[in-house]
Each structure stands twice: as structure tokens, then as C-alpha cells.
């Protein structure tokens, strides 16, 4: 199997003028795909309470209210990033979807009891800080055990990193549910997929890295 970090490179020498943002495109398109066939396949209820972690420009939650979901949070450390989803919301028309702006590393009190968490790409941003990004990553997983309620579902995309490294990110307070199918490709007689998606479930006990961490 080809490394993520191998496939970004790939993707790069593939890049040709004015096709990046398109491969973004189709990447967050297929995304949200995925996320929201997985929700409508296991009959996850529409009124579950969903946070959209570094949520961007908030086009995911209108899609997943456009699918009938009714209690969606997004958050984004970026306030220009909340203004923007908030334009997408009016113009979309879901004054119901909230929106705040919150570093998911240090997260509000009032940010707790979500029955599934979503992340596309956020764990990508933030792992990939050059200032303490394994302390980052550690502190991501501890917030995720305090806003996601005890067997609540956690779906993540990821360009970034293999699905084994995501196992070993998330083993302490996560189980592996499912593996999501991503496009893959082959190069230099090698398959590599582009893309991971992992559902996890948190455990039902207290995961002792928030002991640890406290
Ligand atoms: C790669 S973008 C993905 C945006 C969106 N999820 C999507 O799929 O289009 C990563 C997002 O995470 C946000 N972000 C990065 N670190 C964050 C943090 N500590 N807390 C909240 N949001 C964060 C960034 O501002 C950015 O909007």
C-alpha cells in the first residue's frame, strides 16, 4: 500500500493548472457522500444531536439538514471561517443549524452530549502543526472523549494519515467500527488509496486518558 504522505506528493506531481481546486472539489463532494449514505444506512435518528468539528464553510451541515437532520453543530477556531457557513446558512435557508466559533482543543463546557461527531480534514490541519503536533493530537483525542457521549459515533476523513495510524491515534477511549470504501488507485505497480474513513464508537467506560490528562 502507498502512504498517504506518498499519495500527496502524487497528487501534487498530477496537479495540472486549474485541476487542483477541482480534485479538492470532487474530494469534499465524495466526503460528504460517504458521511451521509453511512448515517442513512445504519437509520442513525434525524433528530441525533451531530458536531461538524472545524466545520469550515459549513456546506456539510447544510447538506445533512437538507437529509432531514434537525440538530446540527458546527464549530471552527476561525471566525472568518463561522462567517462564511454563516452566509451558506442564510442562503441555504437553515437558520436551525448553529454555529460558533471554538478551538476544539480547549472546548467550552457547554460543548457535550453529541451523539456522533464528524471530522473532515480538521485532524488533517491540526496534526499537521509544526508546534507540538503529537501534544495536539493527544489533546484532539481528549477533547473528542469530553463532547462525545459513551458509544456515540465518530467519523472521520482523512488525507492525511493511513487507517492504521488513525487506529493507533484513537485506541484509547475509540473502537473501529467500520472502514469506509475511498477511491483507490494504482502507481508504480503499488495500490494506495487517497483518502481514509474510519467510523469509530467511543466506549462506553471513561477512557483513562482523560484521567491521565485532567
Ligand atoms: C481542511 S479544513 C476542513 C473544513 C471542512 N471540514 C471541510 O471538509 O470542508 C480544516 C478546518 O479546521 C479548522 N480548524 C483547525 N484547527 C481547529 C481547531 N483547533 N478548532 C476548531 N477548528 C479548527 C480550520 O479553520 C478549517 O476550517
Known sequence: MLHM????KLFKTLEMPGKSALVLHRFGEESMVRIIRWLEKHEVPLDSSVLDI??????????????????????????SAIQLSEKVREKEGMSN?????????????ELSGFDICIDKGTFDAI???????????RQYVRSLCRVLKPQ?????????????????????????LEELPTPKFCFGGRIGNSVTALVFQRKKTRPSILDKLD
Open 5 to 8: 504522505r506518498e499519495n500527496c
Open 54 to 79: 472545524g466545520t469550515g464553510n459549513g456546506v456539510l451541515l447544510v447538506e445533512l439538514a437538507k437529509s432531514g437532520y434537525v440538530n446540527l453543530t458546527g464549530i471552527d477556531y476561525s471566525p
Open 97 to 109: 443549524i448553529k454555529l460558533k466559533v471554538e478551538d476544539f482543543l480547549a472546548p467550552s463546557a
Open 127 to 137: 496534526s499537521l502543526n509544526p508546534d507540538d503536533a503529537a501534544g495536539k493530537r
Open 152 to 176: 456515540g459515533f465518530f467519523l472521520i476523513t482523512s488525507c492525511n494519515w493511513t487507517k492504521e495510524e488513525l487506529l493507533d491515534e484513537f485506541r484509547e477511549g475509540f473502537e473501529i
